[in-house]
């Protein structure tokens, strides 16, 4: 069977596929990017990247962080953030479903994609 990831390719040039998703989520999650890092096994480093990437494509940002303090700052999810990452998990969503009914075999045995 076959396997569907989808990625949106924004006008301006920046993506948002199932990695940046789930990093969206573990943040939300951990409410940290360290963490959120950790958790996914990718270094902090690659996570900042991702998520300014995400930042700097809406005129909105999807995270917002704060630094420093006693437990030492911390990543939240705004409501833009929010609203981005239900969309494209509905998206994700539909193309699956589209994908498995027009991957389901006919009355021939063939998937109705032929």
Same mark, same amino acid.
Do not use: C
């Given at each position: *069977?076959?396997?569907? !990831?989808?990625?949106?390719?924004? $006008? %301006?040039?920046? &993506?948002?596929?199932?990695?940046? +998703?789930?990093?969206?989520?573990?943040?939300?999650?951990?409410?940290?990017?360290?963490?959120?890092?950790?958790?996914?096994? *990718?270094?902090?480093? !690659?996570?900042?990247?991702?998520? $300014? %990437?995400?930042? &700097?494509?809406?005129?909105?940002? +999807?995270?917002?962080?704060?630094?420093?303090?006693?437990?030492?700052?911390?990543?939240?999810?705004?409501?833009?953030?929010?609203?981005?990452?239900? !969309?494209?998990?509905?998206?994700?969503?539909?193309?699956?479903?589209?994908?498995?009914?027009?991957?389901?075999?006919?009355?021939?045995?063939?998937?109705?994609?032929?």
């Amino acid at each position: *069977m076959a396997h569907l !990831r989808l990625t949106i390719v924004l $006008d %301006s040039g920046a &993506r948002i596929g199932p990695g940046k +998703a789930a990093l969206l989520e573990s943040v939300h999650s951990t409410g940290s990017i360290s963490a959120a890092a950790r958790t996914m096994g *990718m270094d902090y480093k !690659r996570a900042w990247l991702l998520i $300014d %990437s995400l930042n &700097r494509a809406f005129v909105t940002p +999807a995270i917002e962080r704060s630094t420093g303090g006693a437990r030492g700052g911390g990543a939240i999810l705004t409501p833009f953030g929010q609203e981005l990452l239900e !969309r494209y998990r509905r998206l994700e969503a539909a193309a699956s479903a589209l994908a498995e009914s027009s991957s389901a075999p006919s009355s021939s045995g063939r998937s109705s994609l032929y």
